[in-house]
C-alpha cells in the first residue's frame, strides 16, 4: 500500500508534464495599441567560377539586408491594420550580381516616424498605402518604396498559416508547403524558388512575458534557377512563436548554396553561405 501511495504523485506528475508538451495553436490579430519591435537581417555570399575556352574567372553574386524598425498599430478594423506608425533606426540593402551594376540603399531614418494609412485595393487586390511623415516632411520615393515593400508587404509569416488551429506534442513533425518560402522574409533570392523537402518540428513549449511559446527545429531545401545556374539551398535552423496568437519570435536560417550552370559555352559553378533571421518583441500601451 505505501509504495501505491508513492506512486500515484508520480503518475500526477508524469501525466501533467505530459500534457504540458502538447499545444493547440490558434491566431490573434493585432490589436490597436500593440508595439512590435523588429530586427532582421539576412546575407547570401556566392562565389561564381565561370571557365572555359582556356580561361577561368571568379566573381561574387552577394546580397546583404538589415532593417530594425518599431510598428504601431494607431487603428485596426475587423482584425486588419488601418493605420500604423513606423520608427525606422536602420533599413539598409545591398546587391551584387554578375554582369550588373551592383545597388546599394541605406535609407538616413534616424529620428524619422512614418504614418501608413491603408487605402483602396488596386489591381490584383494588392492594397494601396498612403505613407507620410509625423513631421509633416515630405517622403522621397525611396522611403515610400521601401516602407511599402519592406515594412507593409512582410508582417504576416508562413508559420501563422501554416499551425492555426493545430495541435502538436514535442516531437511532431509537419512538413511546409509554400509557407517555407514565407519564412525566407526579405531574402528575396533570385531566381524562382521552389521547395524540395521542408519540415518543423516541435522541440519544446517555453513561457515569455506574453505566454506560452513553442520552439522550432527547420529544415528547408530550395531549389532555384537563376537563369544561368541552376542552385540547391540546403537551409537548417530555429524559430518560436507564441502558442495562443502566433505571434512570431525569432527565426534563424543558415546553410549553403550550391550551384551548376553553362552560359553562352562557359561552365558556371556557384559555391555560396546563406545567414538569415529576425528577432521581435511585443509590447502593450
Given at each position: 500500500?505505501?509504495?501505491?501511495?508513492?506512486?500515484?504523485p508520480?503518475?500526477?506528475?508524469?501525466?501533467?508534464?505530459?500534457a504540458?508538451?502538447?499545444?493547440?495553436?490558434?491566431?490573434?490579430?493585432?490589436?490597436?495599441?500593440?508595439?512590435?519591435?523588429?530586427?532582421e537581417?539576412?546575407?547570401?555570399?556566392?562565389?561564381?567560377?565561370?571557365?572555359?575556352?582556356?580561361?577561368?574567372?571568379?566573381?561574387?553574386?552577394?546580397?546583404?539586408?538589415?532593417k530594425?524598425?518599431?510598428?504601431?498599430?494607431?487603428?485596426?478594423?475587423?482584425g486588419?491594420?488601418?493605420?500604423?506608425?513606423?520608427?525606422?533606426?536602420?533599413?539598409?540593402?545591398?546587391?551584387?550580381?554578375?554582369?550588373?551594376?551592383?545597388?546599394?540603399?541605406?535609407?538616413?531614418?534616424?529620428?524619422?516616424?512614418?504614418?501608413?494609412?491603408?487605402?483602396?485595393?488596386?489591381?490584383?487586390?494588392?492594397?494601396?498605402?498612403?505613407?507620410?511623415?509625423?513631421?509633416?516632411?515630405?517622403?522621397?520615393?525611396?522611403?515610400?518604396?521601401?516602407?511599402?515593400?519592406?515594412?507593409?508587404?512582410?508582417?504576416?509569416?508562413?508559420?501563422?498559416?501554416?499551425?492555426?488551429?493545430?495541435?502538436?506534442?514535442?516531437?511532431?513533425?509537419?512538413?511546409?508547403?509554400?509557407?517555407?518560402?514565407?519564412?525566407?522574409?526579405?531574402?528575396?533570392?533570385?531566381?524562382?524558388?521552389?521547395?524540395?523537402?521542408?519540415?518543423?518540428?516541435?522541440?519544446?513549449?517555453?513561457?515569455?512575458?506574453?505566454?506560452?511559446t513553442?520552439?522550432?527545429?527547420?529544415?528547408?531545401?530550395?531549389?532555384?534557377?537563376s537563369?544561368?545556374?541552376?542552385?540547391?539551398?540546403?537551409?537548417?535552423?530555429?524559430?518560436?512563436?507564441?502558442?495562443?496568437?502566433?505571434?512570431?519570435?525569432?527565426?534563424?536560417?543558415?546553410?549553403?548554396l550550391?550551384?551548376?550552370?553553362?552560359?553562352?559555352?562557359?561552365?558556371i559553378?556557384?559555391?555560396?553561405?546563406?545567414?538569415?533571421?529576425?528577432?521581435?518583441?511585443?509590447?502593450?500601451?
Amino acid at each position: 500500500m505505501k509504495r501505491l501511495f508513492l506512486l500515484v504523485p508520480v503518475l500526477l506528475f508524469l501525466s501533467s508534464f505530459c500534457a504540458a508538451q502538447t499545444v493547440t495553436f490558434t491566431t490573434e490579430d493585432y490589436p490597436e495599441g500593440l508595439t512590435r519591435h523588429m530586427k532582421e537581417n539576412m546575407q547570401l555570399d556566392v562565389l561564381m567560377t565561370v571557365g572555359g575556352q582556356g580561361q577561368t574567372e571568379t566573381m561574387p553574386m552577394d546580397k546583404e539586408s538589415r532593417k530594425q524598425y518599431a510598428l504601431t498599430i494607431l487603428e485596426s478594423a475587423d482584425g486588419v491594420m488601418q493605420k500604423a506608425a513606423v520608427e525606422l533606426t536602420e533599413a539598409y540593402e545591398s546587391e551584387t550580381r554578375p554582369m550588373r551594376q551592383p545597388t546599394e540603399t541605406d535609407l538616413d531614418v534616424e529620428g524619422k516616424v512614418f504614418i501608413l494609412e491603408r487605402g483602396a485595393e488596386g489591381d490584383g487586390g494588392k492594397v494601396q498605402w498612403d505613407v507620410t511623415l509625423e513631421s509633416g516632411d515630405a517622403v522621397t520615393a525611396e522611403e515610400r518604396t521601401y516602407i511599402e515593400t519592406q515594412i507593409v508587404g512582410k508582417r504576416e509569416r508562413g508559420l501563422r498559416r501554416l499551425l492555426d488551429g493545430k495541435t502538436m506534442s514535442v516531437g511532431d513533425t509537419l512538413h511546409l508547403d509554400e509557407s517555407a518560402l514565407d519564412l525566407m522574409g526579405s531574402a528575396a533570392l533570385p531566381g524562382d524558388l521552389e521547395i524540395q523537402n521542408a519540415s518543423i518540428v516541435l522541440t519544446g513549449v517555453g513561457e515569455k512575458d506574453m505566454g506560452e511559446t513553442a520552439m522550432f527545429d527547420i529544415v528547408i531545401v530550395f531549389v532555384a534557377n537563376s537563369g544561368f545556374m541552376d542552385m540547391t539551398m540546403n537551409l537548417a535552423g530555429t524559430a518560436e512563436v507564441y502558442t495562443a496568437s502566433l505571434w512570431p519570435l525569432s527565426l534563424k536560417l543558415k546553410g549553403d548554396l550550391d550551384g551548376k550552370g553553362n552560359h553562352a559555352g562557359m561552365n558556371i559553378v556557384g559555391d555560396g553561405l546563406f545567414d538569415a533571421g529576425f528577432a521581435a518583441t511585443y509590447e502593450m500601451d
